[in-house]
């Protein structure tokens, strides 16, 4: 897999060393609108790790390292451990080390993905500071629920339309427009101002 246009030549001898070393297969596709990457057990001879097409070039390392630690954890321990438990946390911590410095990420996105690192979710998307630091590094810009106002009107990519009413704890509270229903929204929630 060519992954030069995602990753400097240095990094990809490092993702290629583990590729053989944990027995993984790199898919670059598609993008999935739920994940930004997937690890897949061994089903042959390799496991598998999709990741998306639309990252940049510090979300597509940041996912990769994420995938590549769960096959580390895979060939360990199995089924046996919480694919996002202390063993899949501490591997992580491990391997995103020596990537940890402004030869691979910028300031702004390393002291985020350094905080991220202390104690690392399930998925970088959770963390919402680190999450519109590197959105701010996509080729395709996006406007998230959580930079419009109250009563802005927006569309979401099925076509329907809201008005963001109030913040509440963690998400926003939206009406469609139509129907006058009330939904909620995560603050990373790309939408379309009208």
Not at 25 to 44: A, D, E, T
Not at 88 to 113: A, C, G, H, I, T
Request: hydrophobic share 35%; glycine share 4%; net charge positive.
């Amino acid at each position: 897999m060519d992954l030069s246009s995602f990753l400097t030549s240095e990094t990809i001898k490092k993702i290629h060393s583990w590729e053989e070393k944990f027995n993984v297969k790199i898919i670059v596709c598609s993008p999935s609108k739920s994940r930004l990457g997937v690890f897949i057990p061994k089903r042959h001879d390799n496991h598998v790790i999709r990741i998306n097409n639309n990252l940049n070039k510090y979300a597509f390392l940041i996912t990769l390292i994420h995938e590549i630690a769960h096959a580390v954890i895979w060939e360990k321990y199995g089924r046996r451990v919480n694919p996002h438990g202390e063993e899949w946390k501490d591997q992580y911590k491990k391997m995103m080390l020596p990537f940890l410095n402004p030869e691979f990420f910028p300031e702004d996105v390393l002291r985020s993905l350094s905080n991220h690192m202390i104690n690392p979710r399930a998925s970088s998307v959770r963390d919402l500071e680190l999450s519109m630091i590197l959105k701010k590094y996509d080729k395709h810009k996006s406007t998230f629920i959580s930079e419009i106002h109250n009563g802005d009107e927006f569309s979401i990519d099925n076509g329907k339309r809201f008005v963001r009413i109030e913040k509440l704890r963690k998400n926003y509270q939206c009406k469609e427009i139509s129907t006058g229903k009330l939904y909620r929204f995560s603050p990373l929630a790309e939408v379309n101002l009208i």
